[in-house]
């Protein structure tokens, strides 16, 4: 399967293919980079990688496991 630029035309690669994971980070397979919110380009090197999305990890933009210890202590409190 190929997939298709902006433009229309076939790049002869397959789609990024994106999971949600529930409380998780956002798994990208087939992605050649990952832009972060300040507009850099972040070499993608395997072939799945893990992005965070609840913005606590120290190696942004990837998922360090932060969000596990964030939803712990959200039990914890009670909320």
């Given at each position: 399967?190929?997939?298709?630029?902006?433009?229309?035309?076939?790049?002869?690669?397959?789609?990024?293919?994106?999971?949600?994971?529930?409380?998780?980070?956002?798994?990208?397979?087939?992605?050649d980079e990952v832009m972060?919110?300040?507009?850099?380009?972040?070499?993608?090197t395997r072939p799945v990688v893990a992005v965070c999305v609840c913005g606590g990890t120290a190696r942004s933009p990837w998922c360090d496991g932060t969000h596990a210890l964030l939803k712990r202590d959200r039990a914890a409190k009670g909320s």
């Open positions: 399967m190929s997939a298709t630029s902006g433009t229309g035309r076939e790049t002869g690669r397959d789609p990024v293919r994106v999971r949600v994971c529930p409380d998780g980070p956002l798994l990208l397979r087939g992605a972060d919110a300040d507009g850099r380009a972040h070499p993608v």
